[in-house]
């Protein structure tokens, strides 16, 4: 039987830019946010378990999350749900599982996922996460799904990649970790540049050798923890592990830096559903362009985003590109695209309680 890739799933994130709905107690990736039956997170297994088994997923998460986790994932064994006792971005995730895979098995294959994207075309992106694991195989390749983008979005990392027709997997120019409106612009015009879309494909011994080269500081911490994984003194040695790093991306940290990174084009249906106006795009709309999840009486209302509970009847009149979101003790009326003002919002509402966050 060909052997497994490990699947890591990150699931650590808070999901501000979904508040009110997505709260520090349950943030988005534990919600069913696309009214399927089923969560982000538990879609993002359901996507993986076709690739590989239950007993090589490792679930990377903050350690108030463990029993949300268990609970939507019961078929994960608890020991393979990592907890994180400070939040440390994505480098120090990525190195907590790596290093505690390559302990079992060196050169293992390791597929690094978002717990919050929506993929749609799932078939064709099994081709490509199949073409990434081959490729992968030589001359320690990192290698990332690009998308191709549709406008010049500045939340996302940009990557350039030097055309070789007929070969799916491209070797990478630049990494650039979220420019500024400018620059997104000017990528989007050049027509060689992709996003990143946050998923990524290695074998455990090629990212460790990255770690090693790129972030020696963080390598030289988890490699000590070589004789506590799988152990009962693991969680000790994570609590000091954790103090001891800085909070960086593996964007930042890795991909922008290292020499040996590939790109495999995603042409499949993508978001990270990552703010109201992505979910907005990647929802059911009616013939003024609005999602309504509420028991609403619209007048003279486009484009726009109402999730309410059914319990209450709202009224609305002459909004145009606006939420409207009541989520259980906070209701928050904003224009749609305001995402990068949700910072503000949930900083600004805890400053009144911690029971608004």
């Known amino acids: 039987m060909k052997e497994k890739p490990y699947i890591v799933i990150m699931a650590g994130g808070i999901g501000s830019r979904f508040w009110p709905y997505s709260r520090n107690n349950k943030p988005k990736q534990f919600l069913d946010i696309l009214g399927t039956g089923r969560t982000l997170l538990q879609m993002t297994y359901d996507r993986f378990i076709k690739l590989s088994d239950k007993d090589c997923f490792f679930v990377v998460t903050n350690q108030k999350y463990f029993d949300l986790v268990s609970e939507q994932l019961p078929d994960i064994p608890k020991e393979q749900i990592l907890t994180e006792p400070l939040r440390r971005n994505t480098a120090t995730c990525v190195a907590y599982a790596s290093y505690k895979i390559a302990q079992k098995k060196v050169d293992a294959k390791i597929i690094v996922t978002p717990s919050d994207h929506l993929i749609v075309q799932e078939e064709k992106f099994h081709e490509k996460i199949k073409i990434a694991l081959q490729a992968c195989e030589q001359n320690s390749k990192l290698i990332t799904i690009g998308i191709k983008p549709n406008r010049p979005e500045t939340g996302y990392g940009y990557i350039q990649y030097h055309s070789e027709p007929g070969n799916p997997v491209k070797k990478v120019k630049t990494f650039t970790e979220k420019p500024n409106l400018k620059l997104a612009k000017t990528f989007l015009e050049s027509g060689d540049f992709v996003w990143n ?142 995402e990068k003002k949700f910072r503000t919002f949930v900083h600004d509402a805890k400053n009144k309680g911690e029971g608004y966050v």
């Open 197 to 338: 879309s946050g998923i990524f494909v290695w074998k455990a011994n090629s990212i460790i050798k990255a770690f090693e080269k790129y972030m020696p500081e963080v390598a030289e911490v988890f490699e000590e923890g070589f004789q506590y994984y799988n152990s009962e003194d693991e969680k000790a040695f994570i609590q000091r592990a954790y103090s001891l790093v800085k909070n960086t991306s593996i964007d930042y940290g890795i991909m922008e830096k290292a020499e040996e990174v590939y790109m495999v084009m995603g042409d499949f249906s993508w978001s990270d559903l990552g703010s109201w106006l992505s979910l907005h795009e990647n929802h059911k709309k009616d013939e003024q362009n609005n999602v309504i999840d509420a028991n609403a009486i619209l007048y003279d209302v486009q484009n726009c985003f109402v999730k309410v509970s059914k319990d209450k009847l709202v009224v609305i009149e002459g909004l145009d590109n606006f939420l409207v979101n009541e989520s259980e003790n906070v209701l928050l009326i904003c224009k749609l695209d305001a």
